[in-house]
């Protein structure tokens, strides 16, 4: 078992790795748990695939369980208050705990429903996807979309445990391991040289889920979430080293609908972009550019972008949230292992390198 502290400003909290915690769920439960009611909040796909492994590892700790409908386009308000509504029904009160069981959805609507339930109540993630274990079950950043744009209502809301089983990835679909997969090439890039490498040598294993190198990815990935936002709680420079490939991947997932591509695919774009960028500005070697283009190559392919036109992505990334003050900011990676934020690059540089990442995805 690995155990990684997750320490902010307010709060302490540890990180669980560890293949069948689930199974063994009671022993770290009713350790925060302390015999208070646990509301377990999930979705119907979610539970038919992992459920069962979750309700043995309780060992009869009770918990009434509040499903929400599977899929982005439920994480919206109206989703939350009717889960409130359910856990009131069902007696919830400030000392209750929920349990948010599930993909980054539920890790988001789950936490935020926590967030705000009378006032805040506490809360445990226990991340089934990828990219929820690497990324958003981690950093207390919780929340919902509006028609508007995606996570513009939510609260920072920190965890009491994250409960990460990289067996409940077995039952996940090949595309959506995939798309994690990309947070975690992305954790390499910014931070970590050793992370990299395994990830080059041991693809074949990687994506056929050896368990050893599935679990030594996962661990990997979550030392780096954990350590930039203990060290960086919210948005300042560190925290967002993590939005590599997120400047152009957002705008290319706003382009495409939301509906072509998944987050992870986007950020795959964007990443080999940005790379590109980062070597047109001079602040990454071209063999290193290559490299960093080809491991995230070798992870594909992701869906055809054809048709989406480099323009649109470049005007797409002035009405970002991430915007600060109407600059677009890139993380270059100047290394493999060490990115910087970078902003006020030449619009030009950021249009020839995005048309080429979208020639080389076509
Ligand atoms: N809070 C953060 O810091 C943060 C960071 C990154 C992403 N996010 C959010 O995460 C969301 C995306 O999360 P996601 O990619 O996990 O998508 P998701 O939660 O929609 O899950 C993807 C699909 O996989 C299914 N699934 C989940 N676990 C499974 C399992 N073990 N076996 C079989 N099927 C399973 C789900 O039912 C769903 O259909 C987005 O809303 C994004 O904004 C948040
Ligand atoms: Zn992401």
Redesign the pocket.
């Known amino acids: 078992m690995t155990r990684i502290t997750v320490r902010t400003l307010h709060s302490t909290y540890d990180v669980i790795v560890e293949r069948g915690c689930l199974e063994n769920a009671a022993a770290h439960v009713d350790f925060v748990a302390h015999g208070r009611k646990l509301f377990i909040v999930t979705?119907e796909?979610?539970w038919r695939?992992?459920g069962s492994r979750l309700v043995e590892g309780l060992k009869g700790i009770p918990f009434a369980r509040i499903e929400m409908p599977?899929?982005?386009e439920h994480?919206r308000f109206p989703t939350v208050e009717a889960l409130a509504g359910r856990m009131l029904e069902a007696g919830a009160d400030r000392s209750s705990l929920v349990l948010a069981f599930?993909?980054?959805?539920?890790?988001?609507a789950g936490?935020f429903l926590a967030a705000i339930y009378m006032r805040g109540i506490d809360v445990i993630q226990a991340?089934?996807?990828l990219?929820?274990q690497v990324?958003?079950a981690i950093?207390g950043?919780?929340?919902v979309n509006l028609k508007e744009g995606?996570?513009l209502l939510g609260a920072f809301h920190q965890p009491k445990l994250v409960l990460v089983d990289p067996a409940?990835?077995d039952?996940?679909?090949v595309r959506?391991f995939r798309?994690?997969l990309y947070?975690v090439i992305k954790c390499a890039v910014i931070r970590s040289r050793p992370l990299f490498d395994l990830l080059d040598k041991s693809r074949d294993a990687v994506l056929h889920r050896a368990p050893e190198v599935v679990d030594a990815l996962i661990e990997g990935a979550v030392r780096i979430k954990a350590e930039v936002v203990s060290a960086d709680e919210r948005e300042g420079d560190l925290r967002r080293i993590l939005n590599f490939g997120h400047t152009l991947g957002h705008a290319l997932e706003a382009e495409t609908g939301y509906r072509r591509l998944?987050?992870?695919e986007a950020v795959a774009f964007g990443m080999r972009a940005a790379t590109r960028l980062a070597e047109k500005a001079a602040l990454l070697a071209p063999g290193d550019s290559t490299a960093i283009q080809a491991l995230v190559g070798g992870y594909g392919p992701i869906p055809s972008l054809n048709g989406v036109r480099a323009e649109n992505l470049l005007s797409r990334m002035g009405s970002d949230k991430k915007t600060v003050g109407g600059r677009a900011h890139f993380v270059l990676p100047d290394g493999i292992g060490h990115a910087q934020v970078v902003s006020g690059l030449d619009p030009e540089l950021v249009r020839a390198a995005a048309e080429e990442a979208l020639a080389a995805t076509a």
Not at 102 to 107: F, I, L
């Open positions: 979705t796909p979610v695939h992992q599977d899929g982005e994480k599930g993909g980054g959805v539920v890790n988001d936490g991340p089934t996807t990219l929820a990324d958003a950093g950043k919780t929340g995606k996570n409940a990835l039952t996940l679909p959506e798309a994690g947070e998944l987050h992870g």
